[in-house]
């Protein structure tokens, strides 16, 4: 690729333009007799180069920014609160990991898939005090794992 350089005459006066071009066409271009066609040749080229240009700055995107590395802080959003949150949700992972499998299960049962403590106990055929004491115990030894 080589830079090519030429000054044209615009309505505001003259002006220098440059282009890149690869040999072949530098080549092919050197070949006409009176540069009419290099002329043109550069000039289009030019031109197309200043609307890629515009098209590109046009359609720059939020996405295409985040892609490149480049990210717009959320003023909304409190960082410190978000690592303290995250935190507090993998210590209770960890902590709900620890328990035993029925003790999970129960867990598991109850806040992730939305059971009452009735169903739960008419399925196990027990009452529903010994769902409440089980639920009790596991909190004290969540409570024990978090801290």
Do not use: C
């Not at 960082?79 to 867990?107: C, D, F, G, N, R």
């Amino acid at each position: 690729m080589q830079k090519v350089s030429m000054t044209v005459v615009t309505k505001k006066g003259k002006k220098k333009i440059s282009v890149w071009l690869d040999e072949g066409t530098i080549k092919a271009l050197s070949q006409d007799k009176d540069k009419t066609l290099a002329k043109r040749y550069i000039i289009l080229e030019h031109k197309d180069n200043l609307i890629n240009r515009k098209e590109t700055r046009r359609h720059q995107s939020l996405d295409k920014s985040m892609d490149n590395g480049f990210d717009i802080a959320d003023e909304r959003v409190n960082i410190y609160e978000e690592v303290e949150i995250k935190t507090s949700y993998e210590k209770l992972h960890i902590a709900i990991s620890k328990l035993l499998p029925q003790q999970q299960w129960l867990i598991n049962e109850i806040f992730f898939k939305g059971r009452t403590q009735i169903s739960i106990a008419e399925e196990l055929g027990i009452g529903e005090s010994a769902i409440r004491s089980r639920l009790k115990k596991i909190y004290e030894k969540l409570k024990n794992f978090y801290n």
